[in-house]
């Protein structure tokens, strides 16, 4: 029998057969299904669900999609849902970054930590939805130290799932495990302990292979715990580790200011005709990592500083790495640090020109860097090229210099 961590029996999806599906679910092998709420009304019915249904428990929350409206009244509206006897947790909350149109981060934030302040009192643990907000996520989890639960859909690297393990945190795991392009969350089942995973559906989404497209529901767990055990025994087969790098352009002078002057001058050349050309090029590229390099700036020079010491500006017109790291010495060695804390143990740091910023970066960052790493015993291979940048833009020279 199996326990579904996570169903969202409240959507619309399931109103033509909600009380025929939930009850058939004990026969469909389905032992328990925990149902967590995102806003006040799906809360409420996650309750009646818990009441109505022996196998089915609830938990409270407000998701950060939906935390526009929120005022502190809210607060006491799930302290009350949350003390009927089958609520087993607060959630489901946390941070979304992913859509534009999402509520500001900071209001997400504010709402997270009052909702995180409730778990704590009533001593409940979390349901943690965390979407393209990973670094703010650890960040206020660590804030708590005294509560945990389970980060939902786990998207993180495998070092952010060590330190959550480390935290006392689940991990939860629902179809995009199955999926054939499937990545990160085959490596991270690969490193977290059996009893620290929780396997859920995430109903109606989410539904995995062979049945993708249709409508999940909590019959279909079977399918991820079976994906589950076929990933790790894969990797114990194996005996694979991994390591993660990143790569990333840096621009360092003496003062932020003057880091941020020189930002300024790197793009002050580029014309919004060059930019659009840039950006509609890469729009036609078949890569993942182009299209949220993209959706960090939207082609715009508006909204280029996207964290603290981070700039998006590169990325314009440049393919790929479109990031720096701009500020002075003691902002970028932190900068580093905090990628360090997440598990990056590689980085490829770069600059415009190249040779100068090298200079720069070896004289006022390297100093402020632990570089205590042994030297390693690999083989290497050299690239020996063709080597250059992707740059967005269909002008070609008209005249090489070797013709000359």
């Known amino acids: 029998m199996l326990f579904d961590t996570h169903a969202h029996y409240d959507d619309e999806a399931f109103d033509p057969d909600r009380e025929l599906l939930l009850e058939s679910l004990p026969q469909r092998g389905v032992a328990l299904v925990l149902n967590p709420g995102c806003d006040l009304d799906s809360s409420r019915k996650a309750v009646s669900y818990a009441a109505a249904y022996p196998h089915v428990y609830a938990a409270v929350g407000i998701h950060p999609e939906n935390c526009a409206g929120f005022v502190p009244a809210d607060i006491d509206v799930l302290r009350e849902l949350a003390r009927q006897p089958k609520v087993a947790a607060i959630g489901e909350i946390g941070l979304d970054y992913y859509w534009a149109e999402n509520p500001p981060r900071k209001l997400q934030q504010q709402v997270l930590r009052a909702q995180l302040a409730l778990a704590r009192a009533l001593r409940l643990p979390v349901i943690f939805h965390d979407r393209e907000a990973h670094g703010d996520s650890l960040a206020i989890v660590r804030e708590f130290p005294d509560v945990t639960g389970v980060f939902h859909c786990f998207s993180g690297s495998p070092e952010m799932a060590r330190e959550l393990l480390d935290l006392g945190w689940y991990l939860g795991f629902d179809g995009p495990v199955t999926y054939k392009n499937?990545?990160?969350?085959?490596?991270?089942?690969?490193?977290?302990?059996?009893?620290?995973?929780?396997?859920?559906?995430?109903?109606?989404?989410?539904?995995?292979?062979?049945?993708?497209?249709?409508?999940?529901?909590?019959?279909?767990v079977r399918l991820v715990a079976e994906k589950l055990a076929v990933v790790r025994e894969r990797a114990a087969a194996r005996g694979r580790t991994l390591q993660y790098g990143i790569r990333l352009h840096v621009i360092v002078r003496e003062t932020e200011e003057e880091a941020w002057a020189a930002a300024d001058r790197l793009i002050a050349h580029l014309d919004d005709d060059t930019i659009a050309q840039a950006q509609k090029i890469f729009a036609r590229m078949d890569s993942a990592g182009q299209a949220r390099m993209s959706a960090l700036h939207h082609g715009s020079r508006d909204n280029l500083r996207i964290a603290?010491?981070?700039?998006?500006?590169?990325?314009?017109?440049?393919?790929?790495?479109?990031?720096?790291?701009?500020?002075?010495?003691?902002?970028?060695?932190?900068?580093?640090?905090?990628?360090?804390?997440?598990?990056?143990?590689?980085?490829?740091?770069?600059?415009?020109?190249h040779l100068e910023e090298a200079h720069r970066f070896a004289e006022l960052v390297m100093p402020l860097l632990p570089l205590e790493n042994g030297a390693s015993s690999k083989a290497r291979s050299v690239n020996t090229g063709p080597f250059g940048e992707t740059i967005g833009g269909d002008k070609r020279p008209v005249r090489q210099v070797s013709a000359s």
């Open 308 to 353: 603290p010491n981070l700039w998006a500006g590169v990325g314009l017109v440049r393919g790929g790495a479109g990031t720096a790291l701009v500020g002075n010495p003691q902002q970028v060695a932190e900068r580093i640090r905090e990628y360090q804390a997440l598990g990056i143990s590689n980085f490829i740091f770069s600059g415009y020109p």
């Open 182 to 220: 499937a990545r990160r969350a085959p490596e991270v089942a690969a490193v977290t302990p059996l009893d620290r995973m929780l396997i859920e559906t995430d109903s109606p989404y989410m539904t995995p292979v062979p049945h993708r497209g249709e409508r999940n529901d909590s019959a279909y």
